[in-house]
């Protein structure tokens, strides 16, 4: 292989590889962090500085690659993720949607069949946002039903808000106590947890004696353990998409509404079918 035909074929290998931004970055600069190290290609030290020169050439001419790259390597991230927290959500399902150590809420849960869990903070601002998608399947779409599961970990106040809520279930009083906390744009503090909780008629003196029971302790325990399970790296909120029976299982990593409604209408038609 000539010169030429070497520099070409590395310039087009560099940039395919440009998806990885920092392999190109890495490309250029390993000689000159480490040039003690001997080179680990088929070039020569002077064909190695030519093809340094053309693609930092390349990249000062067309930075849109670099974005273009960084986009692409995201994307492809992002699907790594999400079938990994998709395989790990198939083989904890049960685990996932056992109502036991959950508030399960829907228009008509014991009839739905596609069952959607949400992993989430009280201080995430992602979750915040998906709420009101949330609550409106909750309210309105009796096929599905939600199951809550807590995963406090952003602020000290989330696990307050999070024993709490799962409190609220001794008193029927669940949803409404929910959505209020999660639409809240400050910090939970317990005064501020309070206020919502007699705003819908809890009594707080009762729910803050229940919200340091064993069983929470240990809900939360689980819930963090099946985090875990799922992914180490695990961020809120994560939803798992599921037909009852566990014949379809599908994940969302964050929050996006068009794509949420999208793998619920998945899941009612791989229901169906």
Known sequence: MNTSTKTKFAIGAALSGAAIFGAVVSGLSSAEQNTAQPSRT???ELEETEIKTIIREYLDEHPEVVFQALQNYQVREREILEENL???????????IDE????????????????????????CSACKVASAEVQN??????DVKVIFRD??????ESEFAAQASLAAREQDNYVDFHFDMMNYEGLLTKDRVQSFAEKNGLDFAALEIAA?????ANTLI???????????????????????????????AGFHEIIFRE???QAKAAFRN
Request: hydrophobic fraction near 40%.
């Open 42 to 44: 088929n070039f020569s």
């Open 86 to 96: 998709r395989e790990g959500a198939r083989e904890n399902l049960v685990s996932l």
């Open 100 to 123: 036991s150590t959950a508030f399960v809420g829907g228009a008509d849960p014991d009839k739905a069949e596609i069952v959607v869990v949400e992993l989430f903070d009280y201080h």
């Open 137 to 142: 399947v909750v309210e309105s779409d009796e």
């Open 151 to 156: 995963l406090p970990f952003l602020a000290p």
């Open 212 to 216: 340091k029971s064993e069983d929470i």
């Open 222 to 252: 689980k819930n963090q353990e099946l985090a875990m399970s799922l992914d180490p790296r695990l961020r809120t909120p994560l939803f798992v998409i599921a037909t009852k029976d566990g014949s379809h299982v599908d994940v969302m």
């Open 263 to 265: 793998k619920l209408e």
